[in-house]
């Protein structure tokens, strides 16, 4: 998922989508351990999702916070 595409979505939404990404993560490294996993390059992929989207959150936080500060 691109930066561009989480930047686009509310706050409620990429919450939603980081708790779908971690969970993923948490199988991903269960089937890692249980041999079943064939593309090993999916964990980084989701890894950097969950990153993007705790950037962007924290993006939207400060913004929120720095508005409310101005008022």
Do not use: P, W, Y
């Given at each position: 998922?691109?930066?561009?595409?989480?930047?686009?979505?509310?706050?409620a939404?990429i919450?939603?989508?980081?708790?779908?990404?971690?969970?993923?993560?948490?199988?991903?490294?269960?089937?890692?351990?249980?041999?079943?996993?064939?593309?090993?390059?999916?964990?980084?992929?989701?890894?950097?999702?969950?990153?993007?989207?705790?950037?962007?959150?924290?993006?939207?936080?400060?913004?929120?916070?720095?508005?409310?500060?101005?008022?």
């Open positions: 998922m691109k930066a561009a595409e989480i930047r686009k979505m509310s706050v939404e919450e939603k989508d980081l708790n779908d990404a971690r969970h993923e993560l948490l199988n991903l490294r269960f089937q890692t351990i249980t041999g079943q996993l064939t593309d090993t390059s999916r964990i980084r992929v989701i890894r950097r999702d969950i990153a993007r989207m705790e950037t962007i959150l924290r993006e939207k936080e400060l913004a929120e916070a720095a508005e409310e500060s101005e008022a």
